[in-house]
């Protein structure tokens, strides 16, 4: 007997193992990471709202009760300013204008650019004349 030494013409070629894995599956956006100062830099003093309304006071001498409506009042109305966007100019504070504003998981996140006028310009703009000085007494 003889052997047949002819093998198959319709041998398959190795599959490749790129054919063989899956499709990647889409991984969802990881959770912004909050920004935490690091060693070699000094985070900045936080002034909170307890102490913002006692400056308040003390500057304008004003009652609590009417100071804290006031204070709160205005910082609703430039929480809602800024979050339409709007420009604020506000001597002696300066000029602020949004940046960017994006989602975030509790609201909003808005960058502002705050741009201050140089100290001794606006000491000098908040420095009244009065022509003649001012009445003391009977005058």
Request: aromatic share 0%; glycine share 6%.
């Amino acid at each position: 007997m003889a052997k047949s030494s002819t093998k198959s013409a319709t041998k398959s070629a190795p599959k490749s193992t790129a054919a063989r894995k899956a499709a990647p599956v889409p991984q969802p956006d990881p959770a912004p990471i909050p920004v935490t100062p690091t060693e070699d830099k000094v985070a900045a003093p936080v002034l909170r709202k307890k102490d913002f309304l006692d400056r308040v006071i003390a500057e304008s001498g004003a009652r609590k009760p009417d100071a804290r409506a006031i204070a709160e009042a205005t910082l609703k109305v430039l929480g809602e300013a800024l979050a339409r966007g709007e420009t604020l100019s506000l001597p002696p504070l300066g000029k602020l204008r949004v940046s960017r504003s994006t989602p975030d998981a509790g609201g909003a996140r808005i960058v502002v650019k705050l741009r201050r006028a140089a100290p001794e310009e606006s000491s000098q703009k908040a420095q009244i004349s009065v022509p003649g000085g001012l009445a003391e007494g009977d005058d």
